[in-house]
């Protein structure tokens, strides 16, 4: 028996080794190099002294990027919350669509995963900017509806394009375009697994859609609410390619400010003391999650 358990880790052994060498070698010694930077400073154009001053970290948190750290956990809020929304009633129109349209469905939200993100964001571009087909389906309208009402004697004034891109709309919508589909698939996936006689239950005893839905529903699929908003938080808070081509000067969110840092202004110190500021701030509001959960738990039982 003892021989066979040797021969299991062995195995075991031989089968981790080389992903546990990727990881390590390419994840963790490279994170283990930027968070000494962050403890350094330039001695010269191309080498870093690290000599474990905490100067970086003194920088990083004056009002001026706590203010762009706070606007960028704002944005990723409203995003994921945004995302809840919509991907709630997608998700239970999923779950309780005949199986032949549910895999089509599914294929839908998976599809845009198929194309690059740039490509995507570029074709967001040329859907929210000042010619793009949103401004040009309203001046449709707008001129439509100043035909009819010049035919009574009052003309519209002619249509001003709206301003959908360069601002905190066009990257709070991007965000969202972005990472729906990754709140969807969580609660696809806990909805999924709900056992139908509960609902069934809930309407014969007299509660209606809106209570089942409330008590039965969100309850159950609390696994993949939390599951989603880890998955959509995360990824939001960290977005720099949404931003950066659908944003302004005064959309900048702190994935912006930390790759200026490193290509800019050649300070691999300073920058790495805002990536890991941002990763300690991100491991706190986890760790709080988890805490919260765990008393929620311990308060059920």
Same mark, same amino acid.
């Given at each position: 028996?003892?021989?066979?358990?040797?021969?299991?880790?062995?195995?075991?052994?031989?089968?981790? @080794?080389?992903? &546990?060498?990727?990881?390590?070698?390419?994840?963790?010694?490279?994170?283990?190099?930027?968070?000494?930077?962050?403890?350094?400073?330039?001695?010269?154009? *191309?080498?870093?002294?690290?000599?474990?001053?905490?100067?970086?970290?003194?920088?990083?948190?004056?009002?001026?990027?706590?203010?762009?750290? &706070?606007?960028?956990?704002?944005?990723?809020?409203?995003?994921?919350?945004?995302?809840?929304?919509?991907?709630?009633?997608?998700? #239970?129109? #999923?779950?309780?669509?005949?199986?032949?349209?549910?895999?089509?469905?599914?294929?839908?939200? +998976?599809?845009?995963?198929?194309?690059?993100?740039?490509?995507?964001?570029?074709?967001?571009?040329?859907?929210?900017?000042?010619?793009?087909?949103?401004?040009?389906?309203?001046?449709?309208?707008?001129?439509?509806?100043?035909?009819?009402?010049?035919?009574? @004697?009052?003309?519209?004034?002619?249509?001003?394009?709206?301003?959908?891109? %360069?601002?905190?709309?066009?990257?709070?919508?991007?965000?969202?375009?972005?990472?729906?589909?990754? =709140?969807?698939?969580?609660?696809?996936?806990? !909805?999924?697994?709900?056992?139908?006689?509960?609902?069934?239950?809930?309407?014969?005893?007299?509660?209606? %859609?809106?209570?089942?839905?409330?008590?039965?529903?969100?309850?159950?699929?609390?696994?993949? $609410?939390?599951?989603?908003?880890? &998955?959509?938080?995360?990824?939001?808070? @960290?977005?720099?390619? *949404?931003?950066?081509?659908? @944003?302004?000067?005064?959309?900048?969110?702190?994935?912006? &400010?930390?790759?200026?840092?490193?290509?800019?202004?050649?300070?691999?110190?300073?920058?790495?003391? !805002?990536?890991?500021?941002? =990763?300690? +701030?991100?491991?706190?509001? $986890?760790?709080?999650?988890?805490?919260?959960?765990?008393?929620?738990?311990?308060?059920?039982?």
């Amino acid at each position: 028996m003892e021989e066979n358990w040797k021969r299991a880790k062995a195995v075991f052994a031989a089968m981790a @080794g080389p992903p &546990v060498f990727w990881l390590a070698a390419f994840f963790l010694v490279p994170l283990g190099i930027i968070w000494a930077y962050s403890f350094g400073e330039n001695s010269s154009l *191309t080498e870093i002294a690290i000599n474990g001053t905490f100067a970086n970290y003194v920088h990083a948190i004056q009002p001026l990027y706590l203010g762009i750290i &706070v606007k960028s956990f704002w944005f990723a809020a409203l995003t994921t919350a945004l995302c809840l929304v919509v991907g709630f009633p997608v998700a #239970i129109a #999923i779950t309780f669509a005949p199986e032949k349209t549910k895999a089509w469905l599914l294929l839908l939200i +998976m599809l845009p995963f198929w194309t690059n993100l740039l490509i995507r964001t570029y074709a967001l571009m040329a859907v929210l900017r000042t010619e793009g087909y949103i401004n040009f389906a309203l001046a449709f309208l707008w001129n439509s509806l100043g035909h009819l009402t010049a035919a009574f @004697g009052h003309p519209l004034a002619a249509f001003t394009p709206l301003e959908l891109l %360069h601002n905190n709309f066009a990257v709070v919508f991007g965000l969202v375009y972005v990472q729906l589909p990754f =709140m969807v698939l969580p609660l696809y996936a806990a !909805l999924d697994r709900l056992d139908r006689s509960l609902l069934e239950a809930s309407l014969d005893l007299g509660a209606g %859609h809106f209570t089942t839905f409330r008590r039965v529903v969100i309850p159950l699929a609390t696994p993949g $609410i939390i599951s989603g908003i880890i &998955v959509t938080l995360i990824p939001s808070v @960290g977005a720099y390619l *949404t931003p950066d081509l659908l @944003g302004g000067p005064e959309s900048l969110m702190i994935a912006n &400010v930390i790759e200026r840092q490193f290509k800019t202004a050649n300070n691999w110190p300073f920058g790495s003391a !805002l990536s890991f500021l941002l =990763m300690y +701030m991100t491991f706190i509001a $986890i760790a709080v999650q988890a805490m919260v959960a765990r008393n929620r738990r311990g308060a059920a039982r």
